[in-house]
């Protein structure tokens, strides 16, 4: 398996314009997440998914951040407007945690990440 | 989750053990320990987890205490490469969130 995928790698932006983040999980994993991760708050959990449905999305810092998981391998963060606050690396992650195995399988398998730069 | 506490930074010699601590007081029965670290310019990985037992894989030996308020991360032979942050990390209840501190900086030194 290729693992997570994530495009672009790289990303620079003007403040205002809409961006958007793409990842592929690997196959066959039920939950998939977004973090974002900075200097100064470290990795920050935004939203996450499971079997496509999102579960909290309790981290999503604004209404101009949505994310969405039209199908079992794909999803997208996207933010509208940007801002160069939201300059970051935006990682997204895949599990593949059952509800029997509860947290005896928080293995989290992470993609390359994003580096965003909104100027 | 749980709350964990690390120190900020160590060091280590090449081809030594590095020996990383971290406290989780409030830990809970049926909760886990997870270790994951982040090399330079990439995504967490995934390192070991325990519940009670001593732990060990290709990468690492996890060693809990009794009471299961400390446990250490243990790399036989440290390598450069294994110049990372290592976040300690107590999941709690169903839905497998990972929240992240800070971690420990692992610098390996020729």
């Known amino acids: 398996d290729a693992g997570v995928i994530q495009s672009p790698r790289h990303e620079v932006t003007e403040m205002g314009q809409e961006v958007t983040l793409r990842c592929k999980p690997i196959?066959?994993?039920?939950?998939l997440f977004w973090y974002r991760q900075t200097m100064m708050r470290g990795l920050e959990l935004l939203i996450y998914?499971?079997?496509?449905?999102?579960?909290?999305d309790s981290g999503m810092p604004e209404d101009r951040f949505s994310a969405k998981m039209p199908n079992a391998s794909f999803s997208t963060l996207k933010i509208q407007p940007s801002e160069p606050r939201d300059s970051a690396v935006y990682f997204c992650?895949?599990?593949?945690?059952?509800?029997?195995?509860?947290?005896?399988?928080?293995?989290?398998?992470f993609g390359s990440g994003t580096q965003l730069s909104v100027l | 989750d749980a709350k964990t506490t690390q120190p900020t930074s160590m060091d280590c010699a090449e081809g030594r053990a590095a020996n990383l601590p971290c406290n989780h007081s409030?830990?809970?029965?049926?909760?886990?320990v997870y270790w994951y670290r982040q090399i330079h310019s990439q995504g967490p990985q995934y390192i070991i987890h325990?519940?009670?037992n001593n732990e060990t894989n290709e990468m690492a030996s996890l060693i809990i205490t009794e009471d299961r308020k400390s446990s250490t991360l243990i790399l036989p032979h440290a390598t450069l490469r294994d110049t990372a942050v290592y976040y300690c990390i107590v999941p709690s209840g169903y839905g497998n969130k990972l929240v992240f501190g800070a971690g420990t900086i692992l610098r390996v030194k020729s």
């Open positions: 998914f499971n079997n496509n449905v999102p579960i909290d």
């Open positions: 992650a895949s599990s593949p945690l059952s509800e029997a195995a509860m947290n005896d399988n928080e293995k989290l398998f």
């Open positions: 325990g519940l009670k």
């Open positions: 196959s066959g994993h039920d939950y």
């Open positions: 409030t830990i809970s029965g049926n909760e886990y």
